[in-house]
């Protein structure tokens, strides 16, 4: 386990990062918080089996994508669940979901847009879903989103594509 | 149609910073995650301890038993064996 002043250099590094991708894959303050404290118990728990074939940034990020995805499947697990105690429709489900849209960094005037835009990005594969996120809201290069994802740049830009692909398809009036 | 579109409004979300209270928050997880194993461990060793003691108890009567069982059962003129006919 690493010392105490190391690890919170490390939280102090890279804990925005951390937190925004939270924000951007789960939708809701509480949940992001809830999921960057996992993120950081985990990397506190593994570092001393971290091998350094990577980065330490791109290794938190691949701890930070896991831990959303998880989530993201349990929230899915729980919807389904709801679904069969109260015979709830699915236009129901999805209706109580966006109500918890609470995501900071998102204004006022792009809120309507953004909820319609991550339900349609909550909808892809994950790897497109994850490719996505990080080429927009990350700002990564191509390479970067590739080592992070342990794909080739050429898997990631098909990955891309595809995803792009799918939210026209889904958002066929959105500009 | 613009294809950037949604790509355009993710890129326009604003980066905030995590709240102050968050590493305060790990860091009390990460002290509770310390303290459990030992509970967890004095527990473990309590019930061996307990299931060591039982197994004692209970060999130490089996070993104890078998011999005089058979002076029992002569003396109360019982039959140990099945066979009806001697």
């Known amino acids: ?175 | 149609m613009d294809t950037n579109g949604p790509e355009d409004l993710l890129k326009r979300i604003a980066r905030v910073d995590p709240p102050p209270f968050l590493l305060t928050r790990i860091e009390a997880r990460l002290a509770a995650a310390v303290q459990v194993p030992r509970g967890r461990s004095v527990a473990v060793a309590c019930a061996l301890a307990a299931l060591l003691v039982v197994n004692a108890v209970v060999l130490g009567g089996e070993a104890v038993g078998s011999g005089q069982l058979d002076e029992v059962v002569d003396a109360m003129g019982m039959n140990a064996s099945n066979q009806l006919y001697r």
């Open chain 1, 1 to 175: 386990m690493p010392p105490q002043d190391e690890f919170r250099a490390l939280y102090h590094q890279h804990a925005r990062m951390v937190y925004n991708l939270c924000l951007n894959y789960l939708h809701g303050r509480e949940d992001a918080q809830e999921a960057t404290q996992d993120v950081f118990v985990k990397v506190h728990e593994r570092f001393t089996g971290f091998k350094g074939d990577a980065s330490v940034s791109t290794w938190i990020y691949r701890v930070t994508i896991n831990t959303c995805l998880d989530r993201l499947k349990a929230r899915k697990r729980k919807k389904r669940s709801l679904l069969g105690w109260f015979s709830l429709s699915d236009e129901q489900v999805e209706r109580s979901a966006s109500l918890v849209f609470d995501h900071p960094g998102v204004s006022a005037e792009d809120r309507e847009a953004l909820e319609r835009l991550f339900a349609a990005v909550d909808e892809l594969p994950e790897q497109q879903k994850t490719a996505l996120l990080l080429k927009t809201t990350e700002d990564l290069s191509m390479n970067a989103i590739a080592e992070v994802m342990g794909l080739s740049t050429k898997a990631v830009e098909s990955l891309l594509s595809r995803a792009r692909a799918n939210l026209r398809q889904r958002m066929p009036n959105e500009g």
